[in-house]
């Protein structure tokens, strides 16, 4: 251990050699220098590094407490032990107060207390210099913040704040002081209430229930301000910083406005628009109002922008936008849905009522817009739909989008309401829907099988899965009533996947001649584009042990044309299984022949359509004909649906074409009656008497126009149909339109022109 210097101010020169003797009786090294007034012990002091100074308080030159302060001042990290007499034990105390750190009395001096009372001084003096350098660096730490920051007790009153918090400007900005509430930081609108929620917040903190607590508000100058209030770890306390995010706020309101509105116009888009439409519905159940949908479409915009172009496009966007606010009220809903389509929405409003401001809107927006001084014509057609809390916002737009197809068709610039019917319709989907929902939950999903053919002898080659769902009352319900349900609604890929699963199960059970027959599942759109649509199947062939090569695949032409990419990816991966794949209906779909070319497909299934038309309507003949040609040039197989006549098979066998299914062979049957189908549909095939050929009724003129001019449009057939119908149009057979027919109709009309 080295010697402990010690400094000796002491005036006695007799206190001083006692006090000095003392020390060097004792068993530690001490080195001791003498000093006898205040100015001496101040030249020893800088002319040498000291460990402590032992300090008698009565000096030729200082007395009392002077001479502690006068040496702290100095020296604050030399450590001090007071000197003093039997009768200074007060004065003792205040040099302790001013830092010195320990006193002994000359009247009780051994070498022991002294020593003793050195090392403590040195000990309390090192820790006493650690923590005020700790204090130092941690109000430098705060200081250094940028933001504002102040350390509040446990009831929220602020102990202390940051430079940032003190050097605020008065007035515009958030500041607190010693001794003020928590809650002046807050200085948004309802003071009482909002700032009790930063006193939760700390109590939240303090007491656990959160590791941090953060509120954003907006104070009345535009500034958001950011409070985090997190706990002082052994304290009841909190730091409670404050920072401006008022940048940050508006650069998030900025990408959600830009998101949710259209960029050219400023109205509200698509999303945003559906977005409020669903906060309408959901006021609408509560209210019992309706929702009224406006959908406008500007006649002959491409026109505009051809010949004029885009800018004058756009001026017109933006003018009808204009328009189309000028005449609507601050709750309603003003959007820009696509290029030239607007939508206004209107909450709880009437029927009547919706129809009287449709009319004040297309009246506003109908007339010219002026492009570089030329007035410009500009009209819009507009459909109406109004919906109830039943309504989704999806429907009640399709349903607008339809009458404005409509209004369209009818020569524009005018107005058109979606059909009464719309309502019954909603109702009985969303029937339906609970009955396919309800039967995938009940494992009331049954699979019927109807035969396959070979034309010419009726023998079986193999049968095909067809989906029915029994209700609770027993009833059989037919794929016609839920399939399009099914499939908007997605329950068609659980619904899909059961059937699938069924029907590998029960046809891998078979037994004898049926045991060889293939079988054919439908798969629809919405399956095809699972991204595990094959895992699916594969799973399905590996429960039931069905071979591969016995299963069929049906997907629909519209499956194929709609996401081609998609649907080869996926039944090329298929192909990979060892699956064979159909595409069924075909000649419905548009498809360009050089699908097939591209396709991993194998056969071709002739929809029913033509099958039933191809005796009376040389069109469908001419479908049939080269369906068949063009199946049998490519090496594909062929299958004819919905054969229902000898006569028909007659002609199809001329034709050329292998395979049918039908009603003339057998019905689709549960599969425990599946055997004795099988048996009844073996038969020659009788020569024919021929017969003179009707023409089928052709279409209505004006209404082919119709839907030439709506599919020009881009309306879907499904649209054309439904319009249609609205009109009270019937199909040539007095029948109602399906999408189908539509579709059927245009595929002749265009084949013919
Ligand atoms: P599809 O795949 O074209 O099935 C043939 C439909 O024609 C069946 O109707 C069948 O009963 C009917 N049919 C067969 N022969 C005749 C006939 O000679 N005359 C008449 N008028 N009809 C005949 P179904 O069972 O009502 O099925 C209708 C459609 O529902 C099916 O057409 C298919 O697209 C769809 N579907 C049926 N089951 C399923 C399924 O499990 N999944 C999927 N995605 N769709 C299915
Ligand atoms: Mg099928
Ligand atoms: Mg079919």
Not at 160 to 171: D, I, L, T, Y
Not at 176 to 199: F, N, T
Not at 236 to 244: E, L, P, R, S
Not at 639 to 644: D, F, H, P, R, S
């Amino acid at each position: 251990m080295t010697g402990l210097r010690v400094l000796l101010v002491e005036d006695s020169l007799a206190d001083a050699d006692l006090v000095t003797a003392l020390l060097e009786e004792g068993r530690v090294p001490v080195l001791v220098e003498h000093a006898p007034s205040l100015s001496g012990a101040l030249t020893a002091l800088s002319a040498a590094p000291w460990d402590v100074a032992l300090v008698d308080l009565s000096l030729p030159d200082a007395w009392g407490l002077d001479v502690v302060e006068t040496l702290r001042a100095a020296y604050p990290e030399l450590p001090l032990v007071v000197l003093t007499g039997l009768e200074d034990e007060t004065m003792a105390l205040d040099a302790l107060a001013s830092g010195a750190q320990d006193y002994v009395s000359k009247s009780e001096l051994t070498p022991q207390l002294v020593l003793r009372a050195l090392r403590y001084a040195c000990e309390r003096a090192r820790a006493d210099a650690a923590a005020r350098r700790a204090a130092r660096l941690s109000a430098a730490l705060l200081d250094g913040l940028e933001a504002p920051t102040c350390a509040v007790d446990g009831a929220g009153r602020v102990l202390a704040v940051n430079k940032p918090m003190r050097h605020q400007s008065e007035g515009s900005l958030l500041t607190c002081e010693p001794g003020d509430d928590l809650s002046v930081l807050w200085r948004g609108e309802s003071p009482e209430a909002e700032a009790q929620l930063l006193l939760i917040g700390l109590r939240d903190v303090l007491e656990g229930r959160r590791p941090r607590f953060e509120l954003e508000y907006e104070a009345p100058d535009d500034v958001w301000w950011s409070i985090r209030i997190t706990p002082l770890p052994a304290e009841t306390g909190a730091v409670v910083m404050t920072v401006d995010v008022t940048a940050m706020k508006r650069a998030q309101q900025e990408l959600r406005r830009a998101a949710l509105h259209d960029g050219l116009t400023g109205l509200p888009n698509r999303t945003l628009l559906l977005d409020r439409m669903d906060q309408a519905f959901v006021h609408t159940a509560r209210s019992g109002g309706v929702v009224a949908a406006l959908f406008l479409d500007v006649d002959r915009f491409k026109g505009v922008n051809d010949t004029l172009g885009h800018a004058a496009g756009d001026r017109v966007l933006v003018e009808l936008s204009h328009r189309l606010l000028r005449v609507s009220r601050a709750t309603d809903t003003v959007a820009r849905v696509s290029g030239d389509e607007f939508v206004v929405v209107w909450v709880d409003t009437s029927e009547a009522g919706a129809r009287t401001r449709s009319e004040r809107v297309v009246a506003a927006v109908n007339g010219t817009v002026e492009i570089e001084g030329r007035e410009v014509p500009v009209t819009a057609s507009a459909g109406l739909a109004v919906g109830t809390a039943e309504t989704t916002a999806e429907e009640l737009l399709r349903a607008a989008d339809e009458a404005m197809y409509a209004a369209k068709s009818h020569g524009g610039a005018r107005l058109d309401m979606a059909s009464t019917e719309l309502r019954a319709q909603m109702d009985r989907r969303r029937r339906v829907e609970r009955l396919v929902e309800e039967a995938l939950e009940d494992d009331r999903l049954e699979v019927h099988y109807q035969p396959v053919v070979q034309l010419a002898t009726g023998r079986p080659t193999g049968v095909e899965a067809l989906v029915r769902v029994r209700d609770r009352d027993g009833r059989l319900v037919s794929p016609g009533e839920f399939i399009e349900v099914a499939e908007r609604v997605g329950l068609i890929v659980p619904m899909g996947a059961a059937v699938l699963d069924k029907a590998c199960a029960e046809a891998a059970s078979w037994s004898g001649n049926a045991a060889a027959l293939t079988v054919a599942v439908n798969l629809s759109t919405r399956q095809l584009a699972q991204p595990d649509v094959v895992a699916t199947v594969e799973a399905s062939l590996r429960r039931s042990g069905l071979a591969a090569d016995r299963l069929v695949l049906e997907v629909t032409e519209s499956a194929v044309v709609e996401d081609a990419e998609a649907a080869l990816r996926a039944m090329t991966a298929l192909k990979e299984l060892g699956v064979r794949t159909a595409i069924d209906d075909f000649g419905t779909g548009y498809s360009s022949f050089l699908y097939l070319k591209r396709f991993p497909v194998d056969l071709l299934k002739i929809d029913r359509s033509f099958v039933a038309g191809m005796l009376e309507s040389p069109d469908d003949a001419a479908i049939v004909a080269s369906v068949v040609r063009l199946g049998r040039d490519v090496g594909l197989g062929l299958i004819a649906e919905g054969v229902e006549t000898e006569a028909q098979r007659h002609r199809l066998v001329q034709l050329g074409c292998t395979d049918a299914q039908g009603y003339l062979f057998a019905r689709p049957v549960p599969a425990d009656e599946l055997a004795a189908a099988l048996a009844g549909t073996e038969r020659p095939l009788e020569p024919q008497p021929l017969r003179p050929r009707r023409g089928r009724p052709a279409v209505d003129r004006a209404v082919l126009a119709r839907m030439h001019q709506m599919y020009g449009h881009g309306a879907s057939t499904h649209t054309i149909a439904a319009v249609l119908n609205g009109e009270g149009a019937l199909n040539p057979e007095g029948r109602r339109w399906h999408a189908h027919t539509v579709g059927r109709c245009l595929a002749a009309s265009s084949a013919t022109a």
